[in-house]
Structure formats: structure tokens, C-alpha cells
């Protein structure tokens, strides 16, 4: 087998094989039916026609050709009937099967290959061709010597798309899988109630793999997502706002706006739970452009960190920004507790960390101070874990409760970070909360209230400053 590779049209799939299939191998692709089989097969298909010119065959035993051209052009966007009949590709359509005409159907396949030169070569499904013969060793003789060594000798890299039914435990009809260079199995699943589509790479003979498990979805055609990177920034920006809808703030984020119908509604509190595998730099990648926009319009930000993040960490946030020294230091607030070694700088505000009730009219204080100054709501942002810390679980809670009545009576915004520990703690409080966690690397995003489908995140640094990347899971 070659060591040529051949891109599967997947990005976050061909970044774990190496960039793609080995070329002239056979691949397996197995899941329960409405998976997702068909769009693989498809988004591969589409890859060596339209973006690298190759030749190719899809034979399909599950949808007559106009069926295939409406779903497949609904859901990769591409046009199918003007790649069908650019003569560079066959469709053979093969819904109806009879026993009889199975050996006239593989010549046919393997003339086509052949004929057209194919380099890429579909079979939808092997499962309902294989159902046209009498012995099940016939499937096995088809699969190793009639695909296996005729296919690859003419180097044309096939997938083999088959059923694999949720009560079994082989793939397809038990052989395939032992011919197939490579096996890859779809699933769909759940993850607190969710959809959650998944893939596993089953086997793939000759390529190293580093992770075996993508998280995948269907929106836009077929994505998976390998475990979560961080990108360098090559030319810093400013953060550039997202203008407010009526009686919301902006998130900073347009998917994110779009996934809370339209941002933080005014006056709220919401809850952001982030789960043990989270780092710190994820989940300030997705909600750091919250307090970007509001510095960005002239509102103050007043912060109470979680542990392990400080005012330099934060400072350090808003100058990759775009933000100038006089705009830190006239509408942030970072607030420390019993520092005295701390820099006195004009955005560090100082709190001895004893009395609750002391520091809790102090931190009133300096936001009155800064709604005076700007004319505009504040938005506090508080780790949960670090006021704990200080003041006591039941002490804090009631403080809670009477900061949400405020926050909803000034127009405000508040935001209450929740790292792992306190998940559980009573906070009816709450107008939203959002969860972050990961599943096989890939960083996720969700809504508990209002409830929404998971969303995969990745980073996006087209913009000149670090910004999440929503894709629904669907």
C-alpha cells in the first residue's frame, strides 16, 4: 500500500490520520442508520471531485440519484447534479438489487472504476448489496478479492459504508471488517440529555493514532472536531463590539448571541459552570469578549477572580485586546483580598477579606463610583470559589441573593463563575446558566437555562484577537 495520502474532505478527521487515508485502501464505515454514513461517504466523494480533481465512482444501493443530489446539496452545499454530470464521476444507482444481477453489478462497478480512472470509489451501502447473496462467505470472497486487491491495484481509495444496529456488536456482516485497511464506526449519542455524535477509529492499519474518539457534527456537511488547540495570533487587532439588541448586552460573540436569542438579557445574573477539564484560557476564550464589550462601549467591568487567575492574568486579557492603558485603568476594576504586596495600580482594588458586610459596601461603593462616571450599568464578574474562600458558603449566599435584586433593579449585568466543587450549590438565583465541559478533547458549550443543544468550540483568531468558534452539534 501507498503512503500517499488521501484527504477525507474532513479537517478535524484528517489532522488525527496523518492527512487523510492511505491511497488504494479500503475502509470500512459503520454506524446505525440516520448517523451520518451517507454524508461521510459523500463529503469524501465530494473532496476529490470538486476541490482535487479526481475521478470517481459512488455506487449507491440506499438512494436513487435524485434523492442523493437534493440531500447531499442540502447539506454540504455543494452542487451534486453539475459534479454528476461533469463526466468525471459515476452515480450508479442501484435501489433495486436482485440475487441474480449481483456479478453483473460488480462488473459493472469495477468497469466504471476502470473506465473513468477512478481514484475514489463509494459503496452505499455494502450492507444492502451484500444482502443479495446466497452464502455469507460470498461477501467475504466480494470484499477481499474483488474490492481488496482489484481496487487497490488500480489505487482507488474505497469506503465501504455499512449498517451496524445498536444490538450487535460485529460491523455489518462480521467480514468486512477483517478485510478493511481501516474501520471506523459513527455513533450518536448523549451527553446531559443531548446530542452528542461521536466517531471512533476503529482501526486504521499503518497511521499512529494519537486520539481514536472525535466528537463530530452534521451542520454544514460532516465536521469533527479533534481535541481543542490554541492558535497564534499573527496580527493583533482590537476587539471589535457587536452592537446590543434592545434590552440585551451582546455576549461579543455572534453565534453565542444567536444561541441566547440575541445576548445576556439586561438586569440578569447568569451562571457559567465550568467542569474540572477545563483550563482557565478556554473558558476566558469564550466568555472573555463579554467584558471586552462592554470596556469597548465605555461600561466598567468590576472582576473578583476565581483562584488561580490574578490582575495580571486579566490585565494582560484586555491589552491582547486592544485595550489602551488609560482604558484599563478608567473602567476595570480587579478586586484582591488582604495583598498588601499588590501594585496600586488604579484598576487594583483592595478588600481586607474579613467582613463580608464591610467589603460587600466598599465593592457598592466603587461601582457607584464608575456608573457616575460613565453614565452606563457596570458588569460584575465574580469567582465563586475565591469569595467562598474567604467569607463562608451561607454568608455568601445571602449576599448573592441580595446582588441579584440590585443587579436586576440597576439594569445591570452580573456574572457568577462556577469552577468544580461548587456545581451543586442552591443558586435559584440564576436567570441563565451555561456550562462548559469537553468530551474526547473537544471543548463543549452548552445551555442548562435556557436549555440549548451542545456546541463545539474552537478558536478563532481571523478577527486579530482570540474568539470562540460555536458549531452546533446536530
Given at each position: 500500500?501507498?503512503e500517499e495520502?488521501?484527504?477525507?474532505?474532513?479537517?478535524?478527521l484528517d489532522?488525527?490520520?496523518e492527512?487523510?487515508?492511505?491511497?488504494?485502501?479500503?475502509?470500512l464505515?459503520?454506524?446505525?442508520?440516520?448517523?451520518?454514513?451517507?454524508v461521510f461517504?459523500?463529503?469524501?466523494?465530494?473532496?476529490?471531485l470538486?476541490?482535487?480533481d479526481?475521478?470517481?465512482?459512488y455506487?449507491?444501493?440506499a438512494e436513487d440519484a435524485g434523492?442523493?443530489v437534493?440531500?447531499?446539496?442540502?447539506?454540504?452545499?455543494?452542487?451534486y447534479?453539475k459534479?454528476?454530470?461533469?463526466?468525471?464521476c459515476r452515480?450508479l444507482d442501484?435501489?433495486?438489487?436482485?440475487?441474480e444481477g449481483?456479478?453483473?453489478?460488480?462488473e459493472?462497478i469495477?468497469?466504471?472504476?476502470?473506465?473513468?480512472?477512478?481514484?475514489?470509489?463509494?459503496?452505499?451501502s455494502?450492507?444492502?448489496?451484500?444482502?443479495?447473496?446466497?452464502?455469507?462467505?460470498?461477501a467475504?470472497?466480494?470484499?477481499?478479492t474483488?474490492l481488496?486487491k482489484?481496487?487497490?491495484?488500480?489505487?482507488?481509495t474505497?469506503i465501504?459504508?455499512?449498517?451496524?444496529?445498536?444490538?450487535?456488536?460485529?460491523?455489518?456482516?462480521?467480514?468486512e471488517?477483517?478485510?478493511?485497511?481501516g474501520?471506523?464506526l459513527?455513533?450518536a449519542g448523549e451527553?446531559?440529555?443531548r446530542?452528542?455524535?461521536?466517531?471512533?477509529?476503529?482501526?486504521?492499519?499503518g497511521?499512529?493514532?494519537p486520539?481514536?474518539?472525535?466528537v463530530?457534527?452534521?451542520?454544514?456537511?460532516f465536521?469533527?472536531f479533534?481535541?481543542?488547540?490554541?492558535k497564534?495570533?499573527?496580527?493583533?487587532?482590537?476587539?471589535?463590539?457587536?452592537?446590543d439588541?434592545?434590552e440585551?448586552?451582546?455576549?461579543?460573540?455572534?453565534?453565542?448571541?444567536?444561541l441566547?436569542?440575541?445576548?445576556?438579557?439586561?438586569g440578569?445574573?447568569?451562571?457559567?459552570?465550568?467542569?474540572?477539564?477545563?483550563?482557565?484560557f478556554?473558558y476566558?476564550?469564550?466568555?472573555s469578549p463579554?467584558?471586552?464589550?462592554?470596556l469597548a462601549?465605555?461600561?466598567?467591568?468590576m472582576?473578583i477572580?476565581?483562584s488561580?487567575?490574578d490582575h495580571?492574568?486579566i490585565?494582560?486579557?484586555a491589552?491582547?485586546a486592544g485595550f489602551?492603558?488609560?482604558e484599563?485603568?478608567?473602567?476595570l476594576r480587579?478586586c484582591?483580598?488582604?495583598?498588601?504586596s499588590?501594585?496600586?495600580?488604579?484598576?487594583?482594588?483592595?478588600?481586607?477579606?474579613k467582613?463580608?458586610e464591610?467589603?460587600?459596601?466598599?465593592y457598592?461603593?466603587?461601582?457607584e463610583?464608575?456608573m457616575?462616571e460613565?453614565?452606563?450599568?457596570?458588569?460584575s464578574?465574580?469567582?465563586?470559589?475565591?469569595i467562598?474562600?474567604?467569607?463562608?458558603?451561607e454568608?455568601?449566599m445571602?449576599v448573592?441573593n441580595r446582588?441579584?435584586?440590585?443587579?436586576?433593579?440597576?439594569?445591570?449585568?452580573?456574572?457568577?463563575?462556577l469552577?468544580?466543587g461548587?456545581?451543586?450549590l442552591?443558586?435559584?438565583?440564576?436567570d441563565m446558566?451555561?456550562k462548559?465541559t469537553?468530551?474526547?478533547?473537544?471543548?463543549?458549550?452548552?445551555?442548562v437555562k435556557?436549555?440549548t443543544?451542545?456546541?463545539?468550540?474552537?478558536?478563532?483568531v481571523s478577527?486579530?484577537?482570540p474568539?470562540?468558534?460555536l458549531?452546533?452539534?446536530?
Open positions: 500500500m501507498s495520502r488521501v484527504s477525507t474532505g474532513i479537517d478535524g489532522a488525527v490520520i492527512g487523510g487515508f492511505s491511497r488504494g485502501s479500503l475502509i464505515l459503520a454506524g446505525s442508520p440516520g448517523v451520518g454514513k451517507t461517504g459523500a463529503t469524501f466523494f465530494c473532496r476529490g470538486c476541490d482535487l479526481e475521478a470517481g465512482v455506487a449507491s444501493f434523492t442523493f437534493r440531500n447531499m446539496s442540502r447539506h454540504l452545499g455543494r452542487d447534479e459534479c454528476i454530470k461533469s463526466g468525471k452515480f442501484f435501489v433495486t438489487v436482485k440475487e449481483i456479478s453483473t453489478i460488480l459493472l469495477l468497469a466504471e472504476v476502470e473506465g473513468t480512472k477512478a481514484k475514489r470509489l463509494v459503496i452505499d455494502y450492507s444492502a448489496m451484500a444482502q443479495a447473496f446466497r452464502e455469507k462467505m460470498d467475504r470472497i466480494v470484499a477481499h474483488i481488496g482489484l481496487v487497490r491495484k488500480a489505487g482507488c474505497t465501504l459504508i455499512s449498517e451496524a444496529p445498536r444490538s450487535r456488536e460485529q460491523l455489518g456482516m462480521g467480514v471488517e477483517f478485510v478493511a485497511d474501520v471506523i459513527l455513533r451527553l446531559d440529555g446530542l452528542l455524535r461521536d466517531l471512533e477509529i476503529v482501526k486504521l492499519r497511521t499512529p493514532l486520539e481514536r474518539r472525535l463530530f457534527t452534521l451542520s454544514g456537511g465536521k469533527a479533534p481535541p481543542f488547540q490554541a497564534p495570533m499573527e496580527k493583533p487587532e482590537r476587539f471589535k463590539p457587536i452592537p439588541p434592545p440585551k448586552f451582546s455576549t461579543g460573540v455572534q453565534e453565542l448571541d444567536r441566547l436569542d440575541g445576548g445576556f438579557p439586561k440578569s445574573t447568569v451562571l457559567i459552570e465550568i467542569d474540572e477539564q477545563i483550563s482557565t478556554q476566558h476564550l469564550i466568555f463579554t467584558p471586552w464589550s462592554f462601549k465605555g461600561r466598567a467591568v472582576v477572580p476565581s488561580g487567575v495580571n492574568i490585565k494582560k486579557s491589552t491582547e489602551t492603558e488609560d484599563i485603568n478608567r473602567l480587579v484582591t483580598f488582604g495583598l498588601p499588590a501594585p496600586k495600580e488604579p484598576y487594583i482594588a483592595r478588600f481586607g477579606g467582613s463580608i464591610e467589603d460587600y459596601q466598599r457598592l461603593k466603587i461601582e463610583e464608575l457616575n460613565t453614565g452606563q450599568p457596570v458588569l464578574i465574580v469567582g465563586a470559589d475565591s467562598i474562600a474567604h467569607y463562608g458558603k454568608t455568601v445571602k448573592w446582588d441579584a435584586t440590585r443587579i436586576r433593579e440597576k439594569g445591570s449585568l452580573g456574572i457568577l463563575v469552577k468544580p461548587y456545581a451543586e442552591p443558586l435559584p438565583i440564576a446558566h451555561l462548559v469537553r468530551e474526547h478533547g473537544a471543548l463543549i458549550l452548552y445551555g435556557p436549555r443543544s451542545l456546541h463545539a468550540v474552537e478558536m478563532d478577527e486579530g484577537c474568539l470562540p468558534k458549531t452546533p452539534i446536530i
